[in-house]
């Protein structure tokens, strides 16, 4: 059993940076794959970034490639989000998540499966 919880979120204007944490408790942690998802109002939960369980593979879909990195503190049972360079675009709700697959295509880009855990949510909210 694992435990999330995010912070982090708030309102920031474009262009501007957001650091995201989720704290995950759960003697498993370090055996998951850890990520983030988001939903913005009225759309579908979609994949963000992902981390492999030691840290040694990173995952983005291709909006946030570039902007975002994705990272883990095992030590610490910690998984963060650096978002840069923030668009309007990127304004829902994030959502840390652990214990999915992740599938990179060469020409589909990254496929992720539906997390064992979620975490609660925290806004991110990006002014124009």
């Known amino acids: 059993q694992v435990q999330l919880v995010e912070s982090g979120g708030g309102l920031v204007q474009a262009g501007g940076s957001l650091r995201l944490s989720c704290a995950a408790s759960g003697r498993t942690f370090t055996y998951y794959n850890m990520g983030w998802f988001r939903q913005a109002p009225g759309k579908e939960r979609t994949f963000v970034a992902a981390i492999t369980w030691n840290g040694g593979n990173t995952y983005y879909t291709d909006s946030v490639k570039g902007r975002f990195t994705v990272s883990r503190d095992n030590a610490k049972n910690m998984v963060y989000l650096q978002m840069l360079s923030l668009e309007p675009e990127d304004t829902a709700v994030y959502y840390c998540?652990?214990?999915?697959?992740?599938?990179?295509?060469?020409?589909?880009?990254?496929?992720?499966?539906?997390?064992?855990?979620w975490g609660q949510g925290t806004q991110v909210t990006v002014s124009s």
């Open positions: 998540a652990a214990g999915f697959s992740i599938t990179s295509y060469t020409n589909s880009g990254v496929v992720a499966g539906t997390p064992d855990y």
